[in-house]
């Protein structure tokens, strides 16, 4: 493993920047090695321990509780010194560092800690510092841009009722307070009159710190946990402790400060969800597998939590629908009949989650449904139905707040909604997870807290490190296909498509790990060559030549050992396509069983010439079908189908290639199979139902034309026919891949049906994708949006980086791009500029109008020398460019998406990021300054002769030497030394 990583990371430093002094790659390759393994170690012991941020708003309310035997002591007099040694230098309290928009959070946290401080009569200056923070801000209870925390509106208008009894003096308006008051009021109301009776109730024993003596207590304590706690809350329970002297509550609180040093968190215990979410942080972001054990040993921990039916789960919606989607895709058997308490919109927002809108909660609830693997999981089906509606809804209304944690959460909803579970490929997921990581991973409850565990940024760096490794060995492997392309002669069959950048997308996309390159490769150039034999069978060829492509596949097979020949010596071949086609399938058949032998320790090379065979013959069948005019029953449409959508050569061969040995019994296996079968199944379905329409114009039969001519339906009922066909399919090959219980196929090998399957409905998400450019337009679309600012001098935006991005992807051989980029190195002796645009000597249209900066210049200069210059030339800019500046200045704050919705802020942040860093040798250079200097003193020193000569002057014509003050001030401005300017810079 740490040769491949040298060997990766000795690649993606060769491309660094030529014009730094060259160091040893071997040198920075182990550098970047140990910085790996040390983020690896670190993020390894993040799961010994979980660590939450101490809430300052929880433990003010923990220190307000009254001791049992002296009511005029606090029960917790070490809370009172912790909040005494945490107030912030602006005399609030809360979370250190919190952003702009948490400061409604630091209001509740600061008039919380000064209503503890002032109930025992202690920390007056603390108490005055912080009464003048709430002063100077107060006004952000109104501001919409700061994000509210739950039950604010309730809870801090009950802290200024509570203020008043303590006789503490708030310096605020009394307008203010009753404004205040009369929206607690107002959320009262509206809370009383919500249709969902337990949510309410769940929710106003939730902010009981704020109800106060109007509390129903009695009501409160039926919400009483286990753990002694109410709702996992340090504030609801200390509240309760207030009113009731409850023992299960003073043993919480007391657990909790032995914990966390004198302070509480805002909510504990919280481990289960913590860890749950540290997994899937490394699965998104494509890392989890170097930490196999660590994620196996919370899964375990998990699983046993589910089956004890602990309420750290099933008490938590988010937490519940979590731990059965991760155990469920791990292979742990999990009832979905647990989450029926969710099944339903109104039972969900019969609950205190779903009173408060959880979106987050949501969220989680419709990931979890997607993983159904049985016939019949209703309770899947409905709380599918639900969650993707109520998404899609709060999605349409805009109704995330503006801030950094609504906005993450907004994210997360667009991405699952548009990539499903079952067409959401790995690799793309996590370039999209790594790109909007989020570092200062903040969440809210009725206060801020941050977990280190989680928003880390050794995440983030090892994911980056890892993505870059695996980018740097896939581009060796794909300029390896294109020549093997090449040598093949396979680009010399005019009738085949040219799909290389799909097979091997589709494979980098799901196995991406360096040391699965041999998978890579089988699986790239297999796929190349089924859809070479699908054109030959379907329209490059003559029954003739069909016949004699099996006839040479049959001698193969009949072959005890592999049988290593030259195709054009002893085999005979009826067409030159025909040669071509055998020969890169006989390499290719012979190179993949010497790989495999050194994978399995035996012989597999037979086994791949069967599939290619079972693959050849029942195409040739589908071509006999064709020529015939022969209408098959669906049943013997099927049974050839699913072997004709030739995935078998891809996927089969491949799984000789991922690690786990397979015997002889286990491929022949009737379970092995029947994976194979499942796949395919899904796979014809999807491709019958999107071409069903193309294929008809071409008089092809298919699934979709066979139902309807053999059921006597129409189109639209054979479809939904199929479709329903389809998910049954679906489901089942789901659970095959994800049984352990009697398996004897590894879970390695049987995950690539499922990823195979994945390829397919992204492929075929809106027509058949792998035909048409529907694919290609997925994968290209920010790349065409880029093109549209192409100059006319071939450039994008005059940056050669951009410029040169585009020109490497695949498929944007852009011959005005590649010439700007050889115009620039033979002009800078093979090395490039990024800002041409200033220190060229002529100025082209686009040079001046296309930049704001030089426009300006460029008008104001001109008109200054007489140049006649409208002032027209604004408007024309105005039009030319009418986001670049105007975004950059903004801060971003102004929409991403122009209105045609296409994305824009971005690309102009990226090229002026570039265009600031950037210097040219023609400005800034010290022969400007040393010219002025001496300039400057030259005329300085006639100055003050002619000066000295008008002072003779005076004296010699009027008898008077003095000059008048004012004029004294203007000579000196005109006149004065400057020794700062001197010749030395």
Avoid at 461 to 481: P, Y
Avoid at 661 to 676: A, D, G, I
Avoid at 770 to 794: A, C, L, P
Avoid at 944 to 953: I, V
Wanted: overall charge negative; some cysteine; proline content about 3%.
């Amino acid at each position: 493993m740490v040769t491949i990583h040298l060997f990766c990371i000795s690649q993606v430093l060769e491309t660094k920047d030529t014009m730094k002094p060259r160091s040893n790659p071997v040198t920075e390759a182990n550098t970047t090695i140990l910085c790996f393994e040390r983020s690896k170690e670190r993020i390894k012991k993040l799961f010994d321990k979980i660590e939450l941020t101490a809430s300052s708003y929880d433990t003010a309310w923990v220190a307000m509780v009254q001791s049992p035997d002296s009511p005029q002591d606090p029960c917790f007099p070490e809370c009172i010194n912790w909040l005494l040694d945490h107030q912030l230098d602006d005399g609030s309290w809360g979370l250190p560092n919190r952003p702009s928009w948490l400061v409604k959070d630091a209001l509740s946290c600061t008039l919380a800690c000064v209503l503890a401080l002032k109930r025992w009569h202690v920390g007056e200056d603390q108490m005055n510092k912080g009464i003048q923070f709430i002063e100077s801000n107060f006004t952000s209870i109104t501001d919409e841009n700061q994000h509210t925390p739950i039950g604010f509106d309730i809870i801090f208008p009950g802290m200024l009722e509570y203020a008043k009894d303590l006789n503490l003096n708030l310096p605020l308006r009394s307008t203010d307070v009753d404004a205040m008051l009369q929206w607690k009021q107002s959320e009262l109301r509206r809370t009383l009159y919500r249709s969902y009776l337990e949510g309410k109730q769940e929710y106003l024993a939730y902010v009981s710190e704020g109800m106060g003596k109007f509390q129903d207590w009695e009501m409160v304590m039926k919400y009483q946990r286990k753990n002694g706690s109410l709702f996992n809350s340090p504030s609801t329970t200390a509240a309760a402790l207030t009113h009731l002297q409850n023992a299960g509550c003073l043993h919480y609180l007391r657990s909790l400060l032995e914990k966390f040093d004198n302070s509480v968190p805002t909510v504990y215990p919280l481990d289960t969800n913590i860890h749950l979410n540290m997994v899937e942080i490394l699965e998104n972001l494509g890392i989890d597998r170097h930490f196999r054990k660590e994620i196996r040993k919370v899964l375990d921990k998990t699983y046993r939590c589910w089956m004890q039916g602990e309420e750290e789960i099933f008490l938590d919606p988010a937490t519940c629908a979590m731990a059965f989607r991760m155990l469920r895709v791990n292979g742990y058997d999990v009832s979905s009949d647990l989450l029926t308490q969710f099944a339903e919109e109104n039972q969900f927002f019969n609950s205190l989650e779903g009173n408060l809108k959880d979106i987050g909660a949501v969220l989680e609830l419709y990931k979890a449904s997607q993983i159904m693997i049985y016939p019949e999981e209703l309770v899947l089906e409905k709380q599918n139905l639900w969650t993707n509606q109520f998404l899609k809804q709060e999605l349409s209304k805009g109704s995330f707040h503006s801030d950094r944690v609504s906005k993450y959460v907004s994210r997360q909803a667009e991405d699952a909604l548009r990539f499903p579970y079952r067409a959401d490929l790995e690799r793309l997921a996590h370039r999209r997870n790594v790109k909007h990581y989020v570092r200062d991973n903040i969440r809210i409850l009725k206060t801020s807290y941050r977990s280190l565990n989680i928003g880390n940024e050794d995440f983030q760096n090892l994911a980056v490190d890892d993505f870059n490794i695996c980018q740097s060995m896939h581009r060796e492997e794909l300029k390896h296909l294109e020549r093997w392309i090449v040598d093949s002669r396979l680009d010399m069959l005019k009738f085949a498509r040219q799909k290389l950048a799909y097979c091997y997308f589709s494979v980098a996309a799901t196995l991406f790990a360096p040391e699965l390159s041999d998978a890579r490769i089988a699986w790239a150039k297999n796929g190349v060559l089924t859809t070479v034999v699908d054109d030959f069978f379907d329209v490059g060829s003559s029954e003739e030549e069909q016949l004699n492509l099996i006839q040479l596949m049959e001698k193969y097979i009949s072959l005890a050992s592999p049988f290593k020949w030259n195709v054009k010596e002893g085999v005979q071949c009826c067409s030159e396509e025909v040669g071509i086609i055998f020969s890169a399938l006989h390499s290719t058949i012979c190179e993949i069983g010497d790989k495999a032998f050194s994978w399995q320790g035996r012989n597999v090379t037979n086994h791949v010439v069967e599939i290619w065979l079972d693959l050849v013959k029942s195409m040739m069948r589908e071509a006999e079908w064709t020529r015939t005019r022969a209408v098959p029953t669906v049943d013997e449409y099927m049974t050839n189908a699913y072997v004709s959508f030739a995935l078998g050569p891809i996927v089969l061969p491949t799984v000789y290639l991922v690690g786990p040995k397979l015997s002889e019994e286990v491929v022949r296996n009737p379970e092995f199979h029947s994976l194979y079968k499942l796949m395919s199944t899904c796979g014809r379905l999807l491709n019958d139902m999107q071409s069903f329409k193309r294929e008809s114009e071409e008089g092809k039969l298919n699934a979709v034309s066979l139902h309807m001519i053999h059921s006597n339906i129409t189109e639209e009922e054979a479809a939904g026919k199929m479709k329903a066909h389809m998910d049954s399919k679906r489901r089942e090959l789901l659970r095959a891949v994800l049984q352990e219980n009697g398996s004897i196929v590894p879970r390695t090998c049987k995950d690539l049906f499922w990823k195979m399957s994945k390829v397919l409905n992204l492929f075929y998400v809106k027509d058949d994708g792998f035909t048409s450019h529907e694919m290609i337009n997925v994968v290209k679309e920010d790349w065409e949006m880029v093109m549209r600012y192409q100059r006319k001098n071939g450039s994008l935006y005059n940056s050669p980086s951009t410029t040169a991005a585009a020109l490497t992807h695949h498929d944007f051989q852009n011959a005005a791009c590649l010439h700007y980029i050889r115009t620039i190195l033979d002009k800078f002796d093979d090395s490039v500029y990024p800002f041409d645009t200033y220190v060229g000597l002529t100025m082209g249209e686009e040079e001046i109008f296309l930049d704001t900066t030089i426009c300006a210049i460029a008008f104001r200069v001109l008109r200054v020398h007489g140049y006649d210059v409208s002032a027209a030339i604004f408007f024309l800019y105005r039009t030319l460019n009418n986001f670049r500046i105007l975004i950059y200045r903004q801060k971003f704050t102004s929409s991403t998406r122009d209105s045609n919705g296409n994305k824009k802020s971005l690309y102009c942040i990226a090229y002026f990021s570039a265009s600031l860093c950037a210097s040219s040798l023609n400005f800034g250079n010290e022969d400007f300054q040393k010219l002025a200097v001496d300039d400057f003193n030259i005329c300085q020193s006639i100055y003050h002769e002619e000066l000295k000569h008008l002072d003779r002057w005076v004296v010699d014509k009027i008898g008077q030497a003095k000059i008048c003050s004012t004029e004294d001030g203007l000579l000196l401005l005109l006149c004065g030394s400057y020794p700062h300017l001197s010749r030395t810079i």
